[in-house]
Protein backbone atom coordinates (compact mmCIF):
# COMPACT_ATOMS: atom_id res chain seq x y z
CA UNK A 1 0.00 0.00 0.00
CA UNK A 2 2.57 2.31 0.27
CA UNK A 3 4.13 2.19 -2.37
CA UNK A 4 0.62 3.04 -4.05
CA UNK A 5 0.81 6.53 -1.82
CA UNK A 6 4.27 6.99 -2.67
CA UNK A 7 3.21 7.85 -6.69
CA UNK A 8 1.31 10.70 -8.09
CA UNK A 9 -1.09 12.48 -5.80
CA UNK A 10 -4.50 12.58 -7.98
CA UNK A 11 -3.24 8.64 -8.20
CA UNK A 12 -2.71 7.83 -4.10
CA UNK A 13 -6.06 10.18 -4.04
CA UNK A 14 -8.32 7.68 -6.19
CA UNK A 15 -6.31 4.19 -4.61
CA UNK A 16 -7.81 6.03 -0.98
CA UNK A 17 -11.24 5.71 -2.51
CA UNK A 18 -12.89 2.44 -0.69
CA UNK A 19 -9.92 1.76 1.92
CA UNK A 20 -10.31 1.80 5.30
CA UNK A 21 -9.66 3.75 8.47
CA UNK A 22 -10.00 2.55 11.80
CA UNK A 23 -9.50 4.83 14.69
CA UNK A 24 -11.12 4.72 18.82
CA UNK A 25 -12.56 1.74 18.11
CA UNK A 26 -15.01 2.67 14.30
CA UNK A 27 -13.35 2.12 11.20
CA UNK A 28 -14.53 4.15 7.96
CA UNK A 29 -14.81 3.47 4.27
CA UNK A 30 -13.62 5.97 2.83
CA UNK A 31 -16.36 7.58 -0.09
CA UNK A 32 -14.52 10.79 -0.59
CA UNK A 33 -11.10 12.73 -1.22
CA UNK A 34 -9.30 15.22 -2.05
CA UNK A 35 -5.51 15.57 -3.44
CA UNK A 36 -3.14 18.48 -2.91
CA UNK A 37 0.21 18.76 -4.47
CA UNK A 38 3.08 20.53 -3.03
CA UNK A 39 5.55 24.37 -2.96
CA UNK A 40 5.13 26.25 -5.85
CA UNK A 41 2.44 23.97 -7.90
CA UNK A 42 -0.86 24.49 -5.97
CA UNK A 43 -1.83 27.16 -4.08
CA UNK A 44 -4.38 25.89 -2.04
CA UNK A 45 -1.52 23.19 -0.75
CA UNK A 46 -0.44 24.26 3.34
CA UNK A 47 2.41 23.18 1.57
CA UNK A 48 2.45 25.92 -1.08
CA UNK A 49 4.30 28.60 -0.06
CA UNK A 50 7.46 25.84 2.10
CA UNK A 51 8.49 23.61 4.88
CA UNK A 52 6.64 25.36 8.53
CA UNK A 53 6.17 23.43 11.63
CA UNK A 54 2.53 22.89 10.88
CA UNK A 55 2.83 21.02 7.62
CA UNK A 56 6.36 19.65 8.04
CA UNK A 57 4.91 15.60 7.45
CA UNK A 58 3.23 16.82 3.89
CA UNK A 59 6.93 16.23 2.97
CA UNK A 60 6.92 12.47 3.93
CA UNK A 61 7.22 9.29 4.01
CA UNK A 62 4.03 7.96 2.23
CA UNK A 63 1.17 7.11 4.60
CA UNK A 64 1.56 8.67 7.42
CA UNK A 65 -1.08 11.30 9.07
CA UNK A 66 -1.11 14.93 8.84
CA UNK A 67 -3.66 16.28 10.69
CA UNK A 68 -4.65 19.84 11.44
CA UNK A 69 -6.80 22.60 13.45
CA UNK A 70 -9.28 24.50 11.45
CA UNK A 71 -11.82 27.07 11.84
CA UNK A 72 -10.74 26.87 15.99
CA UNK A 73 -12.80 24.19 16.53
CA UNK A 74 -12.48 21.06 14.44
CA UNK A 75 -9.92 18.89 13.37
CA UNK A 76 -8.79 17.43 9.72
CA UNK A 77 -6.51 14.47 8.60
CA UNK A 78 -4.52 13.80 5.19
CA UNK A 79 -3.05 10.97 4.34
CA UNK A 80 0.82 11.68 3.02
CA UNK A 81 1.81 10.96 -0.18
CA UNK A 82 4.42 11.21 -2.82
CA UNK A 83 8.17 10.98 -2.38
CA UNK A 84 10.06 11.85 0.55
CA UNK A 85 11.14 15.49 0.13
CA UNK A 86 8.29 16.62 -1.76
CA UNK A 87 5.14 17.87 -0.39
CA UNK A 88 1.92 16.33 -0.81
CA UNK A 89 -1.23 14.88 0.99
CA UNK A 90 -4.73 13.68 0.75
CA UNK A 91 -7.72 15.23 2.59
CA UNK A 92 -10.13 12.44 4.02
CA UNK A 93 -13.52 14.21 2.90
CA UNK A 94 -16.06 11.83 3.95
CA UNK A 95 -16.33 8.09 4.80
CA UNK A 96 -19.14 5.57 5.78
CA UNK A 97 -18.73 4.10 9.43
CA UNK A 98 -18.92 0.45 8.88
CA UNK A 99 -18.06 -0.54 12.45
CA UNK A 100 -18.37 0.74 15.85
CA UNK A 101 -21.55 2.50 14.91
CA UNK A 102 -22.54 2.76 18.72
CA UNK A 103 -19.06 4.27 19.29
CA UNK A 104 -19.17 7.13 16.50
CA UNK A 105 -23.05 7.75 17.36
CA UNK A 106 -21.67 8.92 21.12
CA UNK A 107 -18.91 11.14 19.90
CA UNK A 108 -22.08 12.66 17.57
CA UNK A 109 -24.63 12.93 19.47
CA UNK A 110 -26.84 15.57 17.70
CA UNK A 111 -26.74 13.66 13.87
CA UNK A 112 -29.77 12.36 13.05
CA UNK A 113 -28.79 9.88 10.09
CA UNK A 114 -25.96 7.61 10.08
CA UNK A 115 -24.92 8.39 6.80
CA UNK A 116 -23.97 11.85 8.81
CA UNK A 117 -21.87 10.30 10.64
CA UNK A 118 -18.53 10.86 8.86
CA UNK A 119 -20.06 13.34 5.99
CA UNK A 120 -17.33 15.54 5.47
CA UNK A 121 -13.86 16.28 6.96
CA UNK A 122 -14.20 17.38 10.47
CA UNK A 123 -17.10 14.81 11.05
CA UNK A 124 -15.14 12.18 9.74
CA UNK A 125 -12.37 12.83 12.52
CA UNK A 126 -14.98 13.58 14.81
CA UNK A 127 -16.67 9.78 14.45
CA UNK A 128 -13.34 8.32 14.75
CA UNK A 129 -12.06 10.49 17.14
CA UNK A 130 -8.90 11.91 15.47
CA UNK A 131 -7.28 14.83 17.09
CA UNK A 132 -3.66 16.53 17.54
CA UNK A 133 -2.05 12.97 18.28
CA UNK A 134 -2.74 11.65 15.37
CA UNK A 135 -0.04 13.96 13.87
CA UNK A 136 2.20 12.01 12.51
CA UNK A 137 1.50 8.49 13.03
CA UNK A 138 2.31 5.84 10.58
CA UNK A 139 -0.93 4.65 9.33
CA UNK A 140 0.36 2.06 7.99
CA UNK A 141 1.78 0.15 10.85
CA UNK A 142 -0.07 -2.82 12.76
CA UNK A 143 0.65 -0.64 16.24
CA UNK A 144 -0.77 1.96 14.82
CA UNK A 145 -3.55 3.61 17.04
CA UNK A 146 -4.80 5.21 13.79
CA UNK A 147 -4.72 2.49 10.57
CA UNK A 148 -5.33 2.73 7.09
CA UNK A 149 -5.97 -0.47 5.31
CA UNK A 150 -7.60 -1.73 1.48
CA UNK A 151 -11.15 -2.42 2.16
CA UNK A 152 -12.83 -5.52 1.33
CA UNK A 153 -13.15 -3.96 -2.79
CA UNK A 154 -11.90 -0.85 -4.39
CA UNK A 155 -14.30 0.84 -6.59
CA UNK A 156 -14.92 0.12 -10.48
CA UNK A 157 -13.57 3.74 -12.34
CA UNK A 158 -16.95 4.02 -13.56
CA UNK A 159 -18.14 4.55 -10.42
CA UNK A 160 -15.63 7.14 -9.47
CA UNK A 161 -16.43 10.66 -10.01
CA UNK A 162 -14.02 13.21 -10.21
CA UNK A 163 -14.28 17.06 -10.06
CA UNK A 164 -13.42 20.76 -8.09
CA UNK A 165 -12.26 20.57 -4.37
CA UNK A 166 -14.73 21.99 -1.98
CA UNK A 167 -14.31 25.44 -0.62
CA UNK A 168 -10.46 26.17 -1.56
CA UNK A 169 -9.43 29.90 -2.23
CA UNK A 170 -6.66 28.89 -4.78
CA UNK A 171 -6.81 26.69 -8.17
CA UNK A 172 -10.84 26.69 -8.15
CA UNK A 173 -11.07 24.74 -11.04
CA UNK A 174 -8.42 21.78 -10.22
CA UNK A 175 -10.27 18.46 -10.57
CA UNK A 176 -9.03 16.63 -8.09
CA UNK A 177 -11.78 16.05 -5.56
CA UNK A 178 -12.85 12.15 -6.05
CA UNK A 179 -15.71 10.02 -4.85
CA UNK A 180 -18.28 7.30 -5.28
CA UNK A 181 -20.60 8.05 -7.38
CA UNK A 182 -24.12 8.17 -5.66
CA UNK A 183 -22.96 7.43 -2.17
CA UNK A 184 -25.39 9.31 0.28
CA UNK A 185 -22.09 10.19 3.29
CA UNK A 186 -20.52 12.52 -0.26
CA UNK A 187 -20.65 16.29 1.46
CA UNK A 188 -21.80 18.49 -0.77
CA UNK A 189 -19.79 20.18 -3.30
CA UNK A 190 -19.34 24.27 -2.14
CA UNK A 191 -16.80 26.61 -4.28
CA UNK A 192 -14.85 29.17 -2.37
CA UNK A 193 -16.65 32.61 -2.05
CA UNK A 194 -14.64 35.17 -1.12
CA UNK A 195 -16.06 37.77 1.72
CA UNK A 196 -16.49 41.05 0.40
CA UNK A 197 -16.65 43.92 2.39
CA UNK A 198 -19.35 46.50 2.77
Do not use: K
Not at 83 to 88: D, N, Y
Not at 143 to 152: C, E, F, I, K, Y
Amino acid sequence: MRSVLAGPVETAARALLGCQLTAGGVTVRLTEVEAYAGTGEDPASHAHRGRTQRNAIMFGPAGFAYVYFTYGMHWCMNVVTGTSGVASAVLLRAGEVVSGLDAARVRRPAVRRDVDLARGPARLCAALGIDRSAYGLDLLSAASPVRLSWGPSSPPDEAVEVGPRVGVTGAHDLEWRFWISGDPTVSAYRRHVPRTRI
